[in-house]
């Protein structure tokens, strides 16, 4: 799959972005353009490179109608948006550990003793980690995810809006997902604008860093 980016601005993607609310509801992202968003999304950092990012791409009418109750104010965006892309974090995701490294190792993308070296170290680490503790990284690492997903589909053309507000204890067995296993960070709305978006104002640097 060949990527479709639209804007190779970084200047453009970043200021330009905009969290829109109302979309055309006739445009649609077809899902192999979607798999290459969702392919450079995950180019995000994460905790050891563990990728605890899981990502529910809610499109049919079905899986809105099914969102519908648990997503707040947040009604016009499902309504009217191509997607719902819920991101959750998976709780076990050093399950995956043995392929991502050793796959990193098959690419030569890793030594073999540092993938040795890793596991050994990671493996009674999360073995023992608390369950708190596995939800705060997968926050940290979804949260790097969503912003990512925000200025990826930019690139592709297409406009997001980050979404805090809805039901985190129902939404996992809402979409058949185990609740306790996949921990939910955000929902990203993506779609076409149907509306401007309002630009907002930063605090300056000034106001926010201290200098040591």
């Keep these: 799959m060949s990527n479709t980016y639209k804007v190779n601005d970084f200047s453009k993607i970043m200021n330009e972005r905009r969290s829109i609310r109302n979309y055309d509801p006739t445009v649609k992202i077809s899902q192999e353009e979607m798999t290459q968003i969702i392919n450079d999304t995950v180019k995000a950092p994460s905790s050891v490179n563990m990728q605890p990012w899981r990502f529910a791409v809610v499109a049919s009418d079905e899986g809105k109608s099914a969102l519908a109750p648990l997503v707040r104010f947040n009604k016009v965006q499902n309504e009217t948006s191509a997607a719902m892309i819920v991101i959750f974090g998976d709780l076990n995701s050093f399950e995956h550990a043995e392929k991502i490294y ?16 890793q596991l ?6 999360f073995e023992q980690m608390a369950t708190e503790d596995k939800k705060e990284m997968a926050i940290i690492d979804g949260a790097l995810a969503g912003m990512n997903l925000m200025l990826v589909a930019r ?3 297409y406009d997001t809006n980050p979404i805090g507000g809805f039901e985190r204890e129902k ?5 058949d997902m185990d609740k306790e296993r996949y921990y939910p960070v955000m929902i990203v709305s993506i779609g076409k604008a149907n509306e401007e978006g309002y630009p907002s104002y930063r605090l300056p640097a000034a106001d926010i860093t201290t200098w040591k």
Excluded: F, H
């Excluded at 939404?171 to 979409?175: F, P, Q, R, S, Y």
């Design 155 to 157: 690139a592709y053309g």
């Design 171 to 175: 939404i996992a067995e809402a979409l």
């Design 120 to 125: 050994e170290v990671l493996s009674p680490l």
């Design 102 to 117: 050793g796959t990193a190792v098959e690419q030569n993308l890793m030594p073999q003793e540092v993938k040795d070296r």
